[in-house]
């Protein structure tokens, strides 16, 4: 439009010399068309301009556009499982010892002190190894292959309790999707009912409704990658924990049948 009025305002210009016009008649006609562009260029100033929208606005945004129904659903299913997730981070992390520092000091102490020595050390010793040891070390007067079963009994015992309510983590991660898509397939469908109910296919009838439905199936796979990372840790720091008492079980019985010798 700019370009336009001083395109006008050019042509007007030379018209008036070529025709030998008025000209205070074509004066004025320039004046006006000067205020008409000094006025856009005001109106375009003043235009606002959108601010950027942050993330956590966008997802928010998203999310409330996706339907309380089953994004609630989605949404507590990302609560619970980062909740389980915590809380098995935490007591794993608890539970991690310094094997190599415990042996140790479970053979001095079976030196020195005895057995009972070697049990007040690891009664007072936080772990899965230490209770493991205490198991063994409290059978061993009845013999190395009554601590050795004992040994392999309790570390089973504490294998389960590692792993508890990990299930229910890997049960999120496969809900999440699930509901996503289910949710998916209930938008389309009345998307097709407002198709059929209006005899019509209008793109403007039915872009709501399949992008709500599209909503769910991006936020079930979000909450599912996220509960998915937080799984493989925890499933990694298991098998780690595991693998250290499987070690020390061993050298427990090691250090036992060299006692008994």
Known sequence: MKKLLIASLVAIFL???????????NFSSLINIANIIQEEDQMVQEEPVAEPTSFTQEIKKRFIEGGPSFMGIVMLCLILGLAISIERIIFLNLATTNTKKLTEGVEAALSSGGVNAAKDLCRDTKGPVASIYYQGLDRVDEGVESAEKAVIAYGGVQMGQLEKNVSWISLFIALAPMLGFM????GMIQAFDKIEAAG???????????K????????GLIVAIILQVFYNYIVAKIDAIVNDMEDASITLIDILVAQKK
């Not at 709500?212 to 936020?219: D, E, H, I, Q, R």
């Open 212 to 219: 709500v439905a599209l909503l769910t199936t991006v936020f």
């Open 15 to 25: 018209s008036g010399f070529s025709a030998k016009a008025n000209f205070s008649s």
């Open 200 to 210: 019509d296919m209008q793109p403007s009838l039915v872009a709501g409704g399949i």
């Open 183 to 186: 949710g998916t397939v209930i």
